[in-house]
């Protein structure tokens, strides 16, 4: 009789090991494509057996392992972090690069052409009303080329500040969901091997790593201390926001001890945004006040040399600007009358030379020894490079996400196939134990009954 009991407390076990393998099995199946899971694995353990006695044997069930590599989340969020500064920089640099178009159909390389074109025929016809109207016209056409450049400029800028604050308020958000997992985590140790929680914290990683690269610890407890770069971000209960300061002219970045974090971020969407704003926008800005303060500078000395249709030198300048608050955004036209452009030289009253002059300096070094049209076509074809660049860049990060999504799947994701078989052995093992304890159930009765 007692061999019979302990029959059926071994099948007993082996039912509940079986039962809960089959539980592991369809949570796998069921979190199949569930971000950040991780395929969990049943332990059984084989009881020990004495054969002399024959009592135990067996099997139990003795927890599950998690499936989750640490080395491979680490690549995943390296590589998503390159994806997430390639992409940033493939959008502003486009965004950059429609100020200086180089269709020849628009923009300040067109309005300067024109420009041109309108003083070359006045060395031809100098004291031509409609010729003088035109090239005030056409000044007019540059300067507002300038502004209209300086003006996207300023949106681009503009965006590029509302991305930062969206994005640090995202970090910020990730962080402090990150913080709720590691309290759960310290408030039951049991959470710990929560398949469910560590999803939840393998994926925040993963969009945190996006705006910033990221070194993740993990503690003893579970709970995990996260640095951007090399500020402390999250540390167990706690999460430390990021925030902005303001600087002369300068996004700065700061974490919460107030340590200034462009130095120390090296990839990551922020990293790329904070370089666009400190240096690849202002050196745009730079550039078009550059090119409009030479313009603008050279015409008028050329015009100041020479004398109007009355023979009177001029009392004020074709293009007026501010070069503290920048030249492009600033330059405006005078209003000069056709009659007062100062197109002939001082000892030839009516002649062309000024005209003949300012057609000549097309082709003059006047912005830091290259022309307007070598000038505007290299900062161009900077900007041009530079979102080529970036755009094969994001094309490669894309290739390496997707790569180490791929090696992380193979060595943590849920296989149906697998899961299938597994089940089947399991239902297969569930479904013999039953039949034993059938058995047995079926020897006990028949002994009750022999007895009585």
């Known amino acids: 009789?007692?061999?019979?009991?302990?029959?059926?407390?071994?099948?007993?076990?082996?039912?509940?090991?079986?039962?809960?393998?089959?539980?592991?099995?369809?949570?796998?199946?069921?979190?199949?494509s569930t971000p950040g899971y991780a395929r969990q694995q049943v332990v059984l353990t084989a009881n020990s057996f004495d054969a002399y006695t024959a009592v135990g044997g067996g099997v139990s069930y003795s927890g599950t392992v998690d499936s989750r590599n640490d080395y491979a989340?680490?690549?995943?969020?390296?590589?998503?972090s390159q994806q997430g500064e390639a992409t940033e920089r493939a959008q502003d640099y486009a965004r950059l690069e429609?100020?200086?178009?180089?269709?020849?159909?628009?923009?300040?390389?067109?309005?300067?052409?024109?420009?041109?074109?309108?003083?070359?025929?006045?060395?031809?016809?100098?004291?031509?009303?409609?010729?003088?109207?035109?090239?005030?016209?056409?000044?007019?056409?540059?300067?507002q080329s300038f502004q209209q450049a300086s003006e996207a400029l300023d949106q681009a800028k503009l965006g590029t500040q509302q991305d930062l604050t969206n994005q640090v308020n995202q970090v910020n958000s990730i962080a402090a969901n990150i913080v709720s997992i590691n309290k759960q985590f310290e408030q039951n140790a049991d959470a710990t091997t929560d398949p469910g929680l560590n999803a939840q914290l393998s994926q925040s990683l993963e969009q945190l790593s996006q705006?910033?690269?990221?070194?993740?610890?993990?503690?003893?407890n579970g709970t995990v201390m996260v640095y951007a770069g090399q500020s402390l971000l999250v540390a167990g209960d706690q999460s430390m926001p990021l925030q902005f300061a303001s600087g002369a002219g300068q996004r700065v970045l700061e974490d919460s001890q107030g340590n200034d974090m462009s130095t120390t971020l090296q990839s990551g969407s922020l990293y790329a945004l904070l370089n666009q704003a400190n240096t690849v926008e202002p050196?745009?800005?730079?550039?078009?006040?550059?090119?409009?303060?030479?313009?603008?500078?050279?015409?008028?000395?050329?015009?100041?040399?020479?004398?109007?249709?009355?023979?009177?030198?001029?009392?004020?300048?074709?293009?007026?600007?501010?070069?503290?608050?920048?030249?492009?955004?600033?330059?405006?036209?005078?209003?000069?009358?056709p009659s007062e452009l100062a197109l002939a030289d001082p000892?030839?009253?009516?002649?062309?030379?000024?005209?003949?002059?300012i057609t000549n300096l097309q082709q003059a070094g006047i912005v830091g020894g290259a022309t307007l049209t070598q000038f505007y076509g290299n900062v161009a074809a900077q900007l041009g490079q530079m979102a080529s660049n970036a755009s094969n860049d994001q094309t490669t990060a894309e290739s390496l996400t997707t790569q180490a999504q791929s090696?992380?799947?193979?060595?943590?994701?849920?296989?149906?196939?697998?899961?299938?078989?597994?089940?089947?052995?399991?239902?297969?093992?569930?479904?013999?134990?039953?039949?034993?304890?059938?058995?047995?159930n079926e020897l006990t009765q028949d002994l009750v009954n022999m007895l009585q």
Do not use: C
Request: glycine residues 6%.
């Open 1 to 32: 009789m007692g061999s019979l009991f302990t029959g059926l407390s071994i099948a007993s076990n082996a039912l509940d090991a079986f039962q809960h393998a089959i539980n592991v099995t369809s949570t796998n199946v069921t979190n199949a």
């Open 73 to 80: 989340e680490r690549s995943v969020r390296q590589s998503v």
């Open 98 to 143: 429609q100020i200086l178009p180089v269709d020849g159909t628009s923009g300040i390389s067109t309005s300067l052409d024109s420009f041109f074109q309108a003083f070359s025929s006045l060395t031809t016809a100098p004291n031509d009303a409609t010729a003088r109207q035109l090239a005030l016209d056409q000044a007019q056409q540059v300067a």
């Open 211 to 220: 705006y910033a690269n990221l070194t993740v610890l993990k503690q003893d």
């Open 283 to 337: 050196g745009l800005e730079s550039n078009l006040n550059q090119m409009a303060q030479s313009f603008a500078t050279a015409v008028n000395s050329a015009l100041q040399t020479g004398v109007d249709e009355s023979n009177n030198s001029p009392t004020q300048d074709l293009f007026n600007f501010d070069p503290v608050a920048g030249a492009a955004q600033t330059i405006t036209v005078n209003p000069l009358q």
């Open 347 to 357: 000892t030839a009253p009516g002649g062309n030379a000024v005209a003949v002059d």
């Open 407 to 440: 090696l992380r799947s193979d060595l943590q994701g849920v296989s149906l196939d697998q899961e299938a078989m597994n089940l089947l052995e399991y239902q297969r093992s569930y479904d013999a134990t039953s039949q034993f304890v059938k058995v047995i």
